[in-house]
Each structure stands twice: as structure tokens, then as C-alpha cells.
């Protein structure tokens, strides 16, 4: 068989319906030249080798065995190409009629020039404006790849670079041509080394330029040769996050390898994202000062803190198996809160401050994981935007401050989050995402539906369910639940078995199928209702209609952007929907249970404020930075909401209790009646762990409580039902009430 004149190399990735086009104008060229197309398939759920055979039976397919990037794949369809000319081009692009025959007889009558190039339209036939460059160079690099040349794009180095004067009418030279369409010689090719397969993506065709100018010959593009390209056809099906490391990966490579390490490392210093490092480091410091502004001053300290402290202190006599009970009593938290705060509190030999320092720990770590789990997987734009609304809102901030096992939630949330979208783009670690479900599931109950988000995700990535995929998910669950399974299994199955066991039983009674606990339009108020509170809480506090806006500007813009929901923001939506699912089933929601919540909701609307048009952007988001500073400045004002004249002023919710110092004053002042027995007639001492607060910092300060000891009454209202025969003193919020002396 005669061979053709060109082969026409193609690489497919995600780019089915755009290769389709591209082999239409290909196949309306008129002859000469001849050619052959070979289509190199890099995606593994690739569906060409079924629909070429009967579109383009012409077509050579070969699979690739995995995803080899762009120069190698280019290398394998050269390996079987039989043309004189080798033409490579993207499957976005689409050809003029007599594009291949000017390239090829351009080449023919110009025996020196090694790769012409066609010129790059737009879809409107605009060509492009900077395509072909001089070649690039450690100093050029560090210019055009800059923030430099984004506010000076008329600096010398750029127009020399872009070759912004070159008479463009005419065939003209280059130093590097757009790696998008190329003509060159398939035993030019060969002779020069094909592509280096080192570069998975980007910087192929300046390596590939330099060592064909290396050569001897020269480089043209030719402005009468003309491809339509729409650009990024598979790239922009990709996280920004994971084609910026391949750009940069590329970019270091390739001056490592022309200009030795010492200039690559230069370049990579100059052009590395040393703002955003800045700008990471600068939100972790910010936060921090933002939780720790006086906080010995005004730690928040409710009872059930008090309860968690009492656990964690006897914890180091016993190790538990599980944590604190639930809001449904017969179940119980898991334990590993539990043992978090009693290696804290032994570090800071029981001073309650210790707890609040790993409070605020945590808090601050779930806004740097937040970051970068946004940055790896969509756009630095957006990880910056997510993290200010973390460290901006006001209920974050305040879990951030409270001993309390939510502060934990936000931070194993983004851990569990971050290893699906990790198995997702990449499938490797099939492990992580059950292990820190089940660590998340230590915190708070109520996560239980996030495990729907496992087979979601299998689901997605069309993950073939074999043995050695289910040990790798059965260990992980294993291990995150290992505590909770050993107590099962020492106590006749009587924690997480009854607990599933549980869950059908809730959501058969949701059907209605058990009246008990049906789904009935007052509860689904009511959930609604106290779900729009801790929402209002978590975006503006005591101003509802931002909220309003929020709420209503997120799923709209959803609607409106929905052809750019990739799997990635489906899985965060479907995150956010399982939860408020799980609160309308158990027909109650509370602010333990938001804080899952938290950095799903922070992404999502960070997510939904970058999809806009660029002059919506540049309007809204200085308005949602005046909202993060009014946040932080009215919390802050309002002494973060503990009861305290300026926290109980200015705002409808209701407050955290009194802070740290007024208790440990009242403690040091009823301390000299240890053994003490307390009293409370306040609402909430229908609960056993209202005053456990004080039974922890009562033993902290080296006394101890005893249900026949001296009587003191401890209020926190403003009108407390005191004793008769009584005295009381106040420590603004808290009146002790102790009985006269006979």
C-alpha cells in the first residue's frame, strides 16, 4: 500500500463529541495531499472505539494503556504513522479545506524550515493575537508568566517575546510555535527525540521547538493555513488547582533541562505562588488573633462543656470506647473527642484554657485544610474566598472558642471531604474516604448519611467493585470505627448495631408508616425555622437578610451554571442535601449538629460568587468583604456572645453563658464551703449536666461536690427563684445564693 503524504495525529481525552467535528473537516479536505488519521485514546471510558468504526472506519484507533499525557501519546500515534509529514493537532481545532495542502508545500519548497504551523482563529474567524514566540528564556519566564506582565503587558521583554510587531500578513518566523496544530517531518521527528514524555502537559512544543531549532532548522507559522481552535477542550474539564501543577511541573522541567537547575530554580522561586503562600499564611494568622483575642477573659463554659471536661479528666484513668451521650440518650458520641481533650488538658495541667487552645487549633486547621483542599481541586480564587467566610462568620468563630466536641466537626469534614474529591480525580487511596467518615462520625451522630457519599462517589468514578476495592473500603471503616466495634462487641452488640438498627426505624417512621415520629408540616417548620437561625448565625448573625440573599443566590446561580456542575460540586451539593435530609427526618436540628455544615456551605457559595460574569464579580465581592469585616467586627464587639452586657446587647439570640473568669470568680468564692452541693431552679437544670461546669472547675481548684454537702444555689437569669432564708451574691451574669446562718 502506497503510504500518504501526511499523518494526522490526534489525542483524545474527554473530548469524544469535539474529535467527531474535527474528523469532519478533515475529511472534507480536498486531495493532495493524502493523508491517514490516527487517533491516540488517552481516556479510559472512552467511547470512539465503538462510534469511529461506523462514522470514520478510516480512522486508526489505539488505545493507550493509561492516561500518558500529551507527548507521549502524540509519541505512540507517531510510532505507527506512515506519512512523509507528520501533522499534529488538537481534537478542538478545525480544519480549513486547504490548510494541510499550503503546510506540506510550504515544507517541500523551504527544505530549512522544520515545523510550519497554521495560524489560530476563533470560532468567529478572529485569529488569535499572541501565538508564536521567541524563544523563552529563564528572564522572559519570569516576565510573561508574572503578575508583571498582567499590569504591564507593554513592557519590552513582552512584546519582544509575543513578537507583537512581526508583519503577521505573511509567513512569518518563530522561535516556538503553538503546540495546538504543527507540521513537521516524520523523519525530522524522529531524528530530534518526538516529544519528551516527561512533559505530561504544557511546555512540550517549546522543548520540542528549541531542539528542532537546535537542529539547524527554523520555525514558521503560516497566516494563509488556517485551524479554528476553541482552546482547553480537555484541560477545562480538570480542576484548575491540578492543570496549575502541571503547568508548573512542566515549566520546571523544561528549564532544568535547557538551562541547568540552578536557573530553574530561580524561575521557579520568582514565578512559584509565594502570594498565595503569603495570603494562606496571612488568613491562618488572622484567624487565630481573631479566636484568641481575649479569650481567658471570655471562654465560653456552659455545662455541657463541664460534662465533656469531667469525661476527658476520668479518661486518663480509663480509657473510654465511647464518648458523651447523644441527643438521643440510648446512643453515645464517639470517644475520640474525648481523648483529644484529655491529652490537652494533661498538656496544660487541666486549665481550662488548654481545652480552648485545641479548640481554637482545630478551628484554625479546618480553615487552612479548607484552603487547600479547595486549591487542589478548584482554583485558588475560590480556596481564598471559602476560607475569609470560615474565618469571618460568627458561629464559626465561636465553635472555634468553645471546649466542645463540634469544634472538631469542621476540620474532619474538610479531612473526609478532601480525601473523596482526592479518590475521585485521581482513584488511588480507596482507604482514606471510609477512615475519615468514621473518624468524622466519632464527633456527631447525625453525620451517619455522609456514608451515601461512598457509593456516590464510586458511582462517579465508575469504579468497578472487586474484591481487593472492598477490603481497601472495609479496612478503613474498620479502623475509624474501631473503638465503637470493640464496645460492641464486649457488650452484645449494643451501641452501633442497635444504632443502625435505629436508623430504619426513624425513616420508616418518617414515611409515616409508624406515627410516632411521621413528617408533619409543623416539624418540617420547625426544622426549617431553626435551620435559617443557625444559617443567619453562620452568615451575618443578627441581620437576616443577607441570609435571605445568600440562601436565594446560591441555588439560583446553581440553576443558572448548571452546565458547569462537575462531579466535584456534586458531591459537595449532595453533601449539604443529605444533611438537611437527616434534619428533616429526626425533625429537629441543633447547633451541634451544624458545624457539618460548615465548610461544605463555605465552598459551595464561594463556588457560586466566581461563576458570575466578571463585572458582577467585581461588584459583589467587595460587598461580601464589608459583610466578613462587619462579622468579625460585631462579633468581637459584642464579646463573642458570652453573657456579658455588651454580648447579651444589640442582637435576638441568645447567648453562651456566662464567660470563664465570672465562674472561676463565683467558684473561688464558694470554695471554702467545699463539699458542695449544687443547686439550680434555672430552665435549663432539668438537664443533669447544667452545672457540670462548675463541678469541673469547683475540682479544679482543689475543692469537690457532694450531693449531701453545703447547699449553693447558682442562677444564670435575671430573676432567679431564690430559697427562702437566703443571701445572694452577684458575679455579673451569675448570682450565688447561699442559705443564712442560723
Not at 437527616?582 to 447547633?591: D, H, K, R, Y
Amino acid at each position: 500500500m502506497k503510504s500518504p503524504s501526511v499523518s494526522i495525529i490526534i489525542v483524545n481525552y474527554q473530548t469524544h463529541s469535539q474529535v467527531l467535528r474535527c474528523l469532519s473537516s478533515i475529511f472534507q479536505c480536498p486531495t493532495p495531499p493524502t493523508f491517514e488519521v490516527i487517533i491516540v485514546d488517552n481516556d479510559p471510558n472512552s467511547t470512539l472505539s465503538t462510534s469511529l468504526p461506523k462514522s470514520f472506519p478510516q480512522v486508526i484507533h489505539i488505545q493507550s494503556p493509561t492516561n500518558l499525557g500529551f507527548g507521549a501519546a502524540n509519541n505512540l500515534g507517531a510510532s505507527v504513522a506512515r506519512g512523509q509529514f507528520l501533522f499534529f493537532t488538537n481534537p478542538d481545532t478545525i480544519l480549513a479545506p486547504s490548510t494541510l495542502h499550503i503546510l506540506t508545500s510550504f515544507l517541500r519548497r523551504h527544505p530549512k524550515v522544520g515545523i510550519v504551523a497554521p495560524l489560530l482563529i476563533d470560532p468567529f474567524t478572529h485569529p488569535y493575537p499572541l501565538q508564536g514566540t521567541a524563544a523563552l528564556t529563564p528572564l522572559t519566564a519570569i516576565v510573561v508568566h508574572s503578575f508583571f506582565n498582567r499590569w504591564f503587558p507593554n513592557n519590552p521583554i513582552s512584546r519582544r517575546y509575543w513578537l507583537t510587531e512581526i508583519d503577521r500578513s505573511q509567513p512569518f518566523p518563530v522561535a516556538v510555535v503553538p503546540g495546538s496544530s504543527l507540521l513537521i517531518s516524520n523523519q525530522l521527528f524522529h531524528h530530534i527525540g518526538q516529544f519528551d514524555p516527561a512533559f505530561f502537559l504544557y511546555f512540550e512544543e517549546s522543548d520540542l521547538s528549541r531542539r528542532v531549532s537546535e537542529n539547524g532548522f527554523s520555525l514558521f507559522i503560516h497566516p494563509r493555513a488556517r485551524v479554528t481552535h476553541t482552546w482547553e477542550a480537555s484541560t477545562s474539564k480538570q480542576p484548575p488547582a491540578i492543570i496549575d501543577r502541571y503547568f508548573s511541573t512542566s515549566r520546571s522541567y523544561y528549564f532544568r533541562k535547557h538551562f541547568g537547575p540552578l536557573q530553574a530554580a530561580l524561575v521557579q522561586i520568582a514565578l512559584s505562588s509565594r502570594l498565595k503562600h503569603l495570603i494562606f499564611l496571612t488568613l491562618l494568622i488572622t484567624a487565630t488573633a481573631i479566636r484568641l483575642f481575649r479569650i481567658p477573659e471570655l471562654m465560653p463554659m456552659i455545662g455541657d462543656f463541664g460534662h465533656d471536661f469531667l469525661a476527658a479528666r476520668d479518661a486518663i484513668l480509663h480509657l473510654p470506647l465511647l464518648g458523651i451521650t447523644s441527643s438521643v440518650p440510648r446512643f453515645h458520641q464517639g470517644p475520640l473527642y474525648i481523648w483529644f481533650l484529655s491529652f490537652a488538658l494533661t498538656l496544660g495541667n487541666f486549665d481550662p484554657l488548654a481545652a480552648a487552645t485545641l479548640a481554637i487549633i482545630l478551628g484554625v486547621a479546618a480553615i487552612g485544610t479548607t484552603f487547600i483542599l479547595a486549591d487542589r481541586f478548584f482554583s485558588t480564587n475560590l480556596a481564598i474566598i471559602a476560607s475569609l467566610i470560615l474565618l469571618a462568620s460568627p458561629l464559626a468563630i465561636i465553635h472555634s472558642r468553645m471546649a466542645f466536641h463540634p469544634n472538631a466537626i469542621p476540620l474532619f469534614s474538610a479531612l473526609y471531604l478532601f480525601s473523596l474529591l482526592y479518590y475521585l480525580h485521581t482513584r488511588r487511596h480507596p482507604y482514606l474516604p471510609p477512615l475519615l467518615f468514621a473518624l468524622l462520625f466519632q464527633f456527631e451522630l447525625v453525620v451517619a448519611p455522609l456514608f451515601l457519599l461512598l457509593p456516590l462517589v464510586l458511582f462517579q468514578t465508575r469504579t468497578r467493585l472487586t474484591l481487593t476495592r472492598l477490603l481497601h473500603f472495609a479496612t478503613g471503616l474498620l479502623l475509624g470505627l474501631l473503638p465503637q466495634l470493640i464496645y460492641d462487641l464486649t457488650h452484645n452488640f449494643t451501641h452501633l448495631t442497635t444504632f443502625i438498627a435505629w436508623i430504619g426505624y426513624r425513616l420508616i417512621s418518617f414515611t409515616g408508616l409508624l406515627p410516632e415520629h411521621a413528617a408533619t408540616s409543623s416539624k418540617l417548620a420547625t426544622v426549617l425555622s431553626t435551620s435559617f437561625a443557625y444559617a443567619q448565625r453562620f452568615f451575618s448573625w443578627n441581620h437576616p437578610l443577607p441570609t435571605v440573599l445568600i440562601l436565594t443566590f446560591i441555588p439560583l446561580t446553581l440553576i443558572r451554571y448548571r452546565s458547569r456542575l462537575t462531579p466535584s460540586i456534586q458531591l459537595i451539593i449532595s453533601w449539604i442535601l443529605l444533611m438537611l435530609a437527616s434534619f428533616l427526618v429526626l425533625g429537629n436540628t441543633s447547633e451541634a449538629y451544624f458545624p457539618v455544615l460548615f465548610v461544605p456551605t463555605s465552598l459551595l457559595l464561594a463556588w457560586s460568587l466566581l461563576q458570575l460574569p466578571r463585572i458582577a464579580r467585581v461588584l459583589l465581592l467587595p460587598v461580601f468583604g464589608l459583610l466578613f469585616l462587619h462579622n468579625v467586627i460585631f462579633t468581637i464587639t459584642h464579646d463573642y456572645f458570652v453573657s456579658t452586657p455588651a454580648g447579651q446587647t444589640g442582637h435576638h439570640f441568645s447567648t453562651y453563658g456566662p464567660p470563664l473568669i465570672s465562674q472561676l470568680q463565683a467558684v473561688d468564692f464558694i470554695l471554702p464551703l467545699s463539699p458542695i452541693r449544687l443547686i439550680s431552679t434555672d430552665p435549663g437544670a432539668i438537664h443533669a449536666s447544667y452545672l457540670d461546669n462548675y463541678r469541673y472547675l469547683i475540682w479544679y481548684s482543689g475543692g469537690h461536690t457532694s450531693l449531701t454537702g453545703h447547699p449553693v444555689w447558682i442562677h444564670h437569669t435575671a430573676s432567679p427563684t431564690l430559697p427562702p432564708d437566703s443571701i445572694s451574691y452577684s458575679f455579673s451574669p451569675i448570682t450565688i445564693t447561699l442559705p443564712l446562718t442560723p
